[in-house]
């Protein structure tokens, strides 16, 4: 059975770190490309970034260009963002997600994790 | 960016009708466009990909059409568990862009 199971969310100041991590089981986690996609409370769906498979390909949305970094470590089946000089407009459920071709769909998602930014 | 837009925002239904949901992309996008199910504290759920393809394990009362810049998501016959949000996505150009939500409900 595919898992991802979304850590590290939490409360931190504006202008704080944090680092989400995703712990992917049930399939052959370095064959696929992988997504964060976010939520604001209330709001809709925004995809974050991409990675693909070997890690080599790396896209991010304008919103968290510079400021955020996607990573994965294939040997531990993980799949990581930081998040640097975070915003209060950065407060949402993060969920990680499992894409195929490429960024086309995403098959699978994680629970989530909530991130708050806020002083 | 390709802009995504849905009608409507939200509809109310009875149990057993026919439910329609319209999704319109600002240009071009074949048919790379995806719709996902979301229930209230829970994760999406992908329905549609590809405009038409029915992902596996989902009821066949989900259905989805078009190309180019209109798309339409139906539902045959609304059942209590489909209340929830459902949300159109395209992937022909990144940014991957969402429509805003359509929320679903029984009368």
């Known amino acids: 059975e595919v898992q991802l199971v979304e850590s590290g969310g939490g409360l931190v100041q504006p202008g704080g770190s944090l680092r989400l991590s995703c712990a992917a089981s049930?399939?052959?986690?370095?064959?696929?490309?992988m997504n964060w996609v976010r939520q604001a409370p209330g709001k809709g769906l925004e995809w974050v970034s991409y990675?693909?498979?070997?890690?080599?390909?790396?896209y991010y949305a304008d919103s968290v260009k510079g400021r955020f970094t996607i990573s994965r470590d294939n040997a531990k089946n993980s799949l990581y963002l930081q998040m640097n000089s975070l915003r209060a407009e950065d407060t949402a459920v993060y969920y990680c997600?499992?894409?195929?071709?490429?960024?086309?769909?995403?098959?699978?998602w994680g629970q989530g994790t909530l991130v708050t930014v806020s002083s | 960016d390709i802009q995504m837009t849905q009608s409507p925002s939200s509809l109310s239904a009875s149990v057993g009708d026919r439910v329609t949901i319209t999704c319109q992309a600002s240009?071009?996008?074949?048919?790379?466009l995806n719709w996902y199910q979301q229930k209230p504290g829970k994760a999406p759920k992908l329905l549609i990909y590809?405009?038409?393809n029915l992902e596996t394990g989902v009821p066949s009362r989900f259905s989805g059409s078009g190309s180019g810049t209109d798309f339409t998501f139906t539902i045959s016959s609304l059942q209590p568990e489909d209340i929830a949000t459902y949300y159109c996505?395209?992937?022909?150009?990144?940014?991957?862009?969402f429509g805003p939500g359509t929320k679903v409900d029984i009368k």
């Open positions: 049930g399939f052959t986690f370095s064959s696929y490309e």
């Open positions: 997600a499992r894409s195929i071709h490429q960024w086309g769909w995403f098959d699978y």
């Open positions: 590809d405009a038409s």
């Open positions: 996505q395209q992937y022909d150009n990144l940014p991957i862009t």
């Open positions: 990675i693909s498979s070997s890690g080599s390909t790396i």
């Open positions: 240009q071009d996008i074949s048919n790379y």
